[in-house]
Nanobody
Framework: QVYLVESGGGLVQAGGSLRLSCAAS????????MAWFRQAPGKEREFVGG????????DYADSVQGRFTISRDNAKDTVYLQMTSLKPEDTAVYYC?????????????????WGQGTQVSVSS
């Protein structure tokens, strides 16, 4: 079983920054891809970005490209989502997800494990 625990959410003004963390446990994650998704009220869950644990390859949604950065700390089994230049439309619950593949997928249905989510609110 894989366990994912997100932290770091909060309230920030537009233009500000936040860093989310996803602490993973239960497996050796070298063969996993990790991703961040978000879901705003009344909207579907959408892909934000992902990282392949074994080689560090990343992929980002167009809406966050250049503003968000995903990284990993192998020693801590933790994935980070650094968010800068935040906008009110970034407001959502952010979820960490994992799948037993080295390639990143943008589809939520391709991920087997999910964290509980952390709220990010950006005020204008």
């Amino acid at each position: 079983q894989v366990y994912l625990v997100e932290s770091g959410g909060g309230l920030v003004q537009a233009g500000g920054s936040l860093r989310l963390s996803c602490a993973a446990s239960g497996r050796t994650f070298g063969s996993y891809a990790m991703a961040w998704f978000r879901q705003a009220p009344g909207k579907e869950r959408e892909f934000v970005g992902g990282i392949s644990w074994i080689n560090g390859n990343t992929d980002y949604a167009d809406s966050v490209q250049g503003r968000f950065t995903i990284s990993r700390d192998n020693a801590k089994d933790t994935v980070y989502l650094q968010m800068t230049s935040l906008k009110p439309e970034d407001t959502a619950v952010y979820y960490c997800a994992a799948r037993y593949r080295v390639t990143i997928s943008r589809l939520a249905s391709h991920y087997n494990y999910w964290g509980q989510g952390t709220q990010v609110s950006v005020s204008s």
